[in-house]
């Protein structure tokens, strides 16, 4: 999995503050590519995979995420997929009549996250209105996971060409203290991300002008790409849980089934015998 995207997690000296900067320009692209996202939903979608790369780095670097904004009224929904070697992947899940996928009132956000003992963590709190993907996103660590964070994330579009991506997390720690919580607060207050990545910054020097000024400490690295995670295996144990007489009616047709994975659009084949096999042993 080769990428040039970044994702850089760094501390202050006096422990008042977490940051974590990410790059993921390529990342995003190659994400959108894979999916029907159409120029409306593009945006929020290629925002939604930097903020689930993020939102892992943030509270479970080790552990996979995954976060889903649902469009107001249930219609169409959003998925971003963080895995902790740094895969990431989305689907892009239309309402009726392929309507772009709305974010303002009745719209919700899910985070799930597996737990060392390998349970779901999962939360669910309201889009605010007008909040976009990072309002959605700091919404939730306040409600669900009662930690205070400012989130930005942004894709920028030349059209429909994916000129940058990219995005950074701001946590509050218990140790911070008023003096450089107002100088913080000041400098988020007029950081605009968008010229950053106009930039063509990396994700160092993003962090380096999120922390100007102050001490601090670099406490982690990782790379990102878009990949996924689906493969033959797999598309035969979904099949092993349908139905024994459907598997029988695929088998009877004497044709090979041939399958498309929804995240990246891989094409499986699987061949009848494969099919009977699975009727001996399901």
């Not at 029988?248 to 044709?255: C, H, P, Q």
Request: aromatic content about 4%; some cysteine; glycine content about 10%.
């Amino acid at each position: 999995m080769s990428t040039s995207d970044r994702v850089l997690r760094a501390i202050t000296d006096d422990g008042a503050f977490r940051v974590i900067a990410a790059i993921t320009t390529e990342t995003v692209r190659a994400a959108i590519a894979s999916q029907p996202a159409g120029p409306t939903n593009a945006r929020p979608y290629g925002e939604l995979l930097t903020g689930a790369v993020l939102v892992r780095e943030a509270m479970a670097p080790d552990l996979r995420v995954q976060v889903v904004l649902r469009g107001e009224g249930g219609r169409g929904s959003l998925v971003a997929d963080s895995h902790p070697d740094g895969k990431t992947r989305g689907l892009v899940n239309f309402g009726q009549g392929a309507e772009p996928i709305r974010l303002g009132q009745g719209a919700l956000v899910q985070v799930m996250r597996t737990m060392p003992n390998r349970s779901l963590h999962e939360g669910i709190v309201a889009v605010p209105e007008g909040g976009g993907v990072s309002g959605a996103l700091m919404a939730y660590l306040a409600e669900s996971e009662q930690v205070a964070s400012v989130i930005a994330v942004s894709t920028l579009f030349d059209g429909s060409e994916l000129l940058a991506a990219g995005g950074f997390m701001v946590q509050l720690l218990p140790e911070v203290e008023r003096g450089p919580l107002m100088i913080m607060t000041t400098r988020l207050e007029d950081f605009q991300l968008d010229d950053f990545l106009r930039a063509g910054m990396t994700s160092e020097q993003l962090l380096a002008e999120l922390l100007h000024g102050m001490e601090w400490a670099r406490v982690g690295e990782s790379t990102v790409a878009f990949d996924c995670t689906c493969s033959q295996l797999k598309v035969l144990t979904s099949l092993a849980t349908i139905d024994r007489k459907e598997i029988a009616d695929m088998v009877s047709g004497g044709e090979p089934l041939e399958i498309s994975c929804d995240y990246c659009g891989k094409k499986y084949e699987v061949r009848p015998a494969e099919l009977t096999a699975l009727l001996a042993t399901s």
